[in-house]
């Protein structure tokens, strides 16, 4: 699906790919559904801030908040995954 696809292409250009990846896979499946969506069309479906929020019914300022928001979230899930699996 999707975020398998979106997860797979963030996964890839990030170093210890395995690790990274699981992680990825993981802390994008605790996200709200409305996050996981701006992030399938952003980055999968490759749509501008504009086009994100006429598809979500929202503003691009706040479409541009919330990626910024959601991507330092999953960073932050990530290398809490990661931490914890090397300890």
């Not at 890839?12 to 069309?41: H, I, N, T, V, Y």
């Amino acid at each position: 699906d999707r975020l398998q696809k979106l997860a797979e292409t963030v996964g890839e250009q990030a170093e210890g790919r395995s690790l990274r990846r699981e992680a990825l896979e993981a802390c994008l499946d605790g996200l709200p559904e409305k996050s996981r969506r701006m992030l399938e069309l952003r980055y999968v479906d490759e749509l501008s801030a504009d086009e994100v929020a006429r598809e979500i019914g929202s503003t691009s300022g706040s479409v541009r908040v919330l990626l910024t928001r959601v991507r330092a979230a999953l960073a932050d899930c990530i290398q809490r995954r990661i931490a914890t699996e090397q300890a």
